[in-house]
């Protein structure tokens, strides 16, 4: 008897998530084999009027062009500048975050700063290009990426952090040979982090 009511609970609860056609009998609850034989997929109805297997894609997990490999927003940003072909070498590049802080979180700490890198505000990039004048730099700094290029190296470098490119600041130290760059680091939540 328990096995006859369990059949019938699933043949209600079946008729009550599926949608009724007009057209359609109550046939598909004759189909039903036995109970070791019935899983999830067998609530609601399974097949159409010809016996093939409807299925419901939904809009979110078809792709807008069949050929394309992945999405735009899957790709990361400065993918376009990578080139295989360049034989030009990479310079010798360092990143150092920076903070700006006063007297008061020096000695007193009272702002709540600590040294981590949830506290710092800015980003530094040095990178060393021997035997390269300033004419020759071309510097291209998106919010994740940093493209440099000279005559003799190519730079295409991921930031850890996302950046205020149009806030930044290049100066080229003739002296040195190296290029420092000033980037201010764009948090979201800036107002959450200990400034």
């Not at 004759?30 to 067998?42: A, E, I, L, Q, R």
């Not at 700094?141 to 952090?161: I, M, N, Q, W, Y």
């Amino acid at each position: 008897m328990e096995g006859l009511s369990s059949i019938e609970s699933l043949q209600a609860l079946s008729a009550l998530l599926s949608t009724p056609n007009e057209d359609e009998e109550d046939d598909d609850f004759k189909t039903v084999g036995p109970v070791s034989k019935m899983g999830p997929g067998h609530i609601g109805a399974t097949s159409g009027k010809d016996g093939s297997e409807r299925r419901e894609v939904s809009a979110t997990y078809v792709k807008k062009n069949t050929k394309a490999i992945w999405d735009d927003d899957e790709v990361m940003e400065g993918a376009q500048f990578d080139d295989l072909i360049d034989p030009r070498p990479q310079p010798k590049y360092e990143i150092i975050l920076k903070q700006s802080i006063g007297t008061e979180d020096l000695f007193l700490g009272l702002s709540g700063k600590d040294p981590s890198s949830m506290c710092c505000d800015s980003m530094l990039v040095r990178v060393k290009l021997p035997e390269t004048k300033a004419s020759d730099l071309m510097l291209d700094v998106r919010e994740k990426f940093l493209d440099l290029r000279t005559p003799k190296f190519k730079l295409g470098l991921h930031l850890p952090h996302p950046v205020h490119s149009e806030e930044g600041r290049a100066r080229f130290i003739t002296e040195r040979e190296e290029l420092e760059i000033t980037l201010p680091m764009n948090r979201p939540l800036d107002f959450i982090n200990l400034h």
